[in-house]
């Protein structure tokens, strides 16, 4: 079976999503870095509070937008995370979020499930 053969026939649900976090869109983004750092996570999704998906925070989102002004770790995580990120479902294929990621140029896509509610965070070393 070829490598292109099998990302499209491995289905998200059957790939590690542990090591996710969702944090509320309110906490301070210094909060947010301690617990990805507690977490080992190199992104955290973020919901409102209803448990809805808003956006993700991830390590790039810290380099880009507040690595220059740390004045930003005492702002809310909404204020830097990147808005309505595109999104995948348990029963898609990773080839399909793979190419997903190579279009948008990032590392992370949240999962959601069939009610809309994060299940998890993909990244590009999970498929991988």
Not at 16 to 30: E, K, N, R, T
Not at 54 to 63: A, K, P, Q
């Amino acid at each position: 079976m070829s490598l292109v053969q099998a990302l499209q026939d491995a289905r998200i649900s059957h790939l590690d999503l542990s090591g996710s976090i969702s944090i509320l869109g309110d906490v301070p983004v210094a909060e947010v870095l301690s617990r990805m750092r507690e977490e080992r996570a190199s992104a955290a999704l973020i919901e409102d509070a209803e448990g809805r998906l808003i956006g993700i925070f991830t390590e790039r989102d810290v380099l880009l937008k507040i690595a220059g002004d740390p004045s930003g770790l005492r702002d809310s995580v909404q204020d830097h995370m990147t808005g309505q990120p595109q999104t995948v479902s348990p029963d898609d294929s990773a080839g399909h979020a793979l190419h997903l990621m190579n279009a948008g140029h990032y590392r992370h896509v949240p999962v959601l499930d069939a009610d809309g509610k994060a299940a998890g965070n993909l990244s590009q070393h999970a498929v991988i």
